[in-house]
């Protein structure tokens, strides 16, 4: 059963998603963060569909498509990243395409990549960095249960620029 909360599924990337990585592509932000250049060709966008395929089978993390539970089309990204399972710690971060956004979906996908965490032995808690501007992605991680723990001053270059990131984890239950 892939993990799911509310409106959401999450699932392993499929061709179909080529347009959600065309519509991820026109968000200004995006491209800055990710495989994605802005304003995709068809071909590039099949290359990100691809990456994110290829990340499953390498341990490195877990990358899905968040699509939507009633008809399963595509409506964005989410990852957990486990290069600190080690250290019983993994990262997050999630898109949904500009035409799917503002119906809770990103939250909901990210309560159900949570869950999923909390599936791993050893992880003891999912880490979140976001920019102070991003009131939408502070409102998400609040929603899906994170808390903010504080500021990481230049802890992140973006875009050529060393930028502040807030720090917002989730703890395992228990």
Known sequence: ???????????????????????????????????????????????????????????????????????????????????????????????????ARGRGRAADALTAATAFAWTIPGLARVQLHIEPWNTASVRTAERAGYQREGLLRRYMEIGGRRRDMLLFAALRPG
């Open 1 to 99: 059963m892939p993990p799911a909360h509310g409106t959401v599924v999450l699932r392993e990337f499929v061709d179909a998603d080529v347009a959600v990585g065309l519509d991820l592509s026109t968000d200004p932000y995006v491209p800055l963060v990710s495989t994605l250049p802005p304003h995709a060709t068809e071909d590039r966008a099949r290359e990100w569909v691809e990456q994110n395929r290829a990340r499953w089978p390498t341990g490195k993390g877990f990358s899905f498509a968040i699509a939507d539970a009633g008809s399963g089309q595509g409506l964005g990204q989410i990852g957990l990243w486990l290069d600190e399972l080690p250290h019983g710690r993994a990262s997050a971060g999630y898109f949904v395409a500009p035409a």
